[in-house]
């Protein structure tokens, strides 16, 4: 690829437009398989001949399956990396590892420790980069999140939604997500876990409606939609200090009958039932997680879709 590559690393990179274009692709593309089998390859193939590459420092089990099913579905290839058994581990610069991946592989998706080293990838790359998770953000998350939304509640903008629980990456990516494709967000957070500063008033420049609360059954009063995600994210120490700030923050019942009617219950996955959520909730009826889980690898399509150029 000529030029500079279409990296996929944060949200607020885009525009709304850009945004919309590949979660329209990620629905039509759902809609044409119409129950074909998973292992069967999309009409056109669009990616035939291309090879995804994946790098993992942390778990997944999402990322890496639904990554490795789009590029299969869309026709190309994929290959599955633990950082630990590459160079990487023994001292070969991330940079000098971008640019001799580049010369293998069409795309690079990284689920690493620290952000940076995913900027200094993409730096170096020249293939696009897709930031599979850092300790900032998760895009693709966000990604399939924005599409389940909408195909149960329809269009997102102008809509009520709201955050409770640790203020960890996910929650940087729906900040994003919120002000990026216009709609008002409420962050119900202990105070000591609440989002970056910096992300928060960043969504204030933009002119995004973020507003951030302690106070859970405030946040959630009248929303289409309630989103958490774990209290111990990879990588953060699993404490009381952490564990008792977040206890008031579990949603249960109680809180998502203060929600909307209709209101849909969204979680990134893995969940820590009995934790973050109750077992009513996300077995219940307006829970939509696995629908959000699925979206994941249509999402990924549309993502990888337009960092090869084959859309927009
Ligand atoms: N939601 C998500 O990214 O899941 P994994 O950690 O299993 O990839
Ligand atoms: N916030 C979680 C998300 C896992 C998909 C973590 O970073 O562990």
């Keep these: 690829m000529s030029g500079t590559p279409r990296h996929f690393l944060d949200l607020k990179d885009f525009d709304g437009a ?55 579905q869309l026709g190309g290839t994929s290959l599955v990396l633990e950082s630990g058994a590459m160079q990487l581990g023994r001292g070969e610069t991330v940079a000098d590892t971008a640019r001799v991946m580049s010369r293998y592989v069409d795309v690079i998706m990284i689920r690493a420790n620290v952000h940076s080293m995913v900027e200094e990838l993409a730096a170096h790359a020249g293939v696009p980069v897709i930031n599979g998770l850092t300790d900032r953000s998760h895009p693709c998350q966000l990604m399939a999140d924005m599409m389940t939304f909408e195909d149960h509640r329809g269009p997102i903008a102008g809509r009520r939604v709201a955050w409770v629980g640790d203020g960890n990456n996910v929650a940087v990516s729906l900040i994003e997500a919120a002000v990026r494709l216009d709609f008002a967000l409420t962050m119900a957070c202990p105070p000591a876990l609440a989002p970056p500063d910096g992300v928060m008033q960043w969504a204030q420049s933009q002119g995004g409606s973020v507003t951030l609360t302690d106070d859970p059954a405030a946040a959630v009063a009248g929303v289409d939609a309630v989103f958490t995600d774990t209290w111990v994210s990879m990588g953060d120490a699993r404490d009381n200090a952490r564990l008792q700030a977040l206890a008031p923050f579990q949603v249960d019942k109680a809180l998502m009958n203060r929600a909307a009617a209709d209101a849909i219950f969204m979680h990134c996955l893995p969940a820590h039932r009995g934790e973050e959520v109750t077992d009513d909730v996300i077995d219940g009826p307006g829970s939509v997680v696995w629908d959000e889980a699925e979206n994941r690898l249509h999402a990924q399509k549309a993502v990888l879709a337009w960092c090869l150029g084959a859309i927009g």
């Design 18 to 72: 850009t945004l919309r274009l590949i979660l329209d692709t990620a629905r039509l593309w759902r809609d044409a398989r119409d129950g074909r089998p998973k292992g069967a390859v999309d009409d056109g193939a669009p990616l035939a001949g291309r090879a995804l590459a994946m790098i993992f420092e942390k778990a997944s089990t999402r990322t890496r399956i639904s990554f490795d099913m789009a590029m299969r």
